[in-house]
């Protein structure tokens, strides 16, 4: 039976078992032998991480051919009109592509939400929103690129959904193991 490890990254970890010296690591949170990363969160971003002791599994996981959907919820600078909406729901052009189309639309702030630390700059002239956005690809920085490619930079980024696991009862640093 093989194991897959749901964890609430939390902002500031990095998405490995080896010390850098300058962040918390998955080495501070998880003691589970035998389990590495299916993907990677960037160090700004929180939500959730897949972890298995299933080599086929992290390939299905990560590789973009099998289009598993990723779901972000994703706090954005000012609010998105439905231009930019449909702009990313046809593919954002950026430097290294175009982008396949996005599921998005405005969410009220998530009712699970946990306070972020630090928290997200405040600027009281400009307000935030929050869209719910499902990819199939995993471009570098892809969701904050295109966000700010249609004009909406990213203030912050919570992935919530990876194909059918999600980050239901896990408060940030906490995980849970699935046999698969």
């Given at each position: 039976?093989?194991?897959?490890?749901?964890?609430?990254?939390?902002?500031?970890?990095?998405?490995?078992?080896?010390?850098?010296?300058?962040?918390?690591?998955?080495?501070?949170?998880?003691?589970?032998?035998?389990?590495?990363?299916?993907?990677?969160?960037?160090?700004?971003?929180?939500?959730?991480?897949?972890?298995?002791?299933?080599?086929?599994?992290?390939?299905?996981?990560?590789?973009?051919?099998?289009?598993?959907?990723?779901?972000?919820?994703?706090?954005?600078?000012?609010?998105?009109?439905?231009?930019?909406?449909?702009?990313?729901?046809?593919?954002?052009?950026?430097?290294?592509?175009?982008?396949?189309?996005?599921e998005?639309?405005?969410?009220?702030?998530?009712?699970?939400?946990?306070?972020?630390?630090?928290?997200?700059?405040?600027?009281?002239?400009?307000p935030?929103?929050?869209?719910?956005?499902?990819?199939?690809?995993?471009?570098?920085r892809?969701?904050?690129?295109?966000t700010?490619?249609?004009?909406?930079?990213?203030?912050?980024?919570?992935?919530?959904?990876?194909?059918?696991?999600?980050?239901?009862?896990l408060?940030?640093?906490?995980?849970?193991?699935?046999?698969?």
């Amino acid at each position: 039976m093989n194991r897959i490890l749901l964890f609430n990254k939390p902002y500031g970890v990095i998405c490995q078992f080896s010390r850098d010296g300058m962040h918390p690591t998955l080495a501070d949170y998880i003691a589970v032998p035998d389990v590495y990363p299916a993907g990677r969160l960037d160090t700004d971003s929180e939500g959730l991480l897949l972890l298995t002791d299933d080599g086929k599994l992290q390939h299905q996981i990560t590789d973009p051919k099998h289009k598993l959907p990723k779901t972000y919820w994703v706090q954005v600078e000012g609010i998105p009109d439905e231009a930019a909406l449909e702009s990313l729901r046809h593919g954002v052009k950026l430097k290294d592509g175009v982008t396949l189309p996005a599921e998005t639309g405005m969410i009220e702030e998530p009712a699970s939400l946990w306070p972020r630390t630090p928290p997200i700059r405040f600027r009281e002239n400009i307000p935030a929103s929050w869209l719910e956005l499902t990819i199939c690809e995993g471009k570098n920085r892809q969701v904050r690129r295109m966000t700010a490619a249609v004009g909406f930079p990213t203030l912050r980024l919570i992935r919530y959904r990876i194909g059918d696991w999600n980050l239901e009862g896990l408060e940030p640093g906490e995980w849970r193991l699935e046999q698969t």
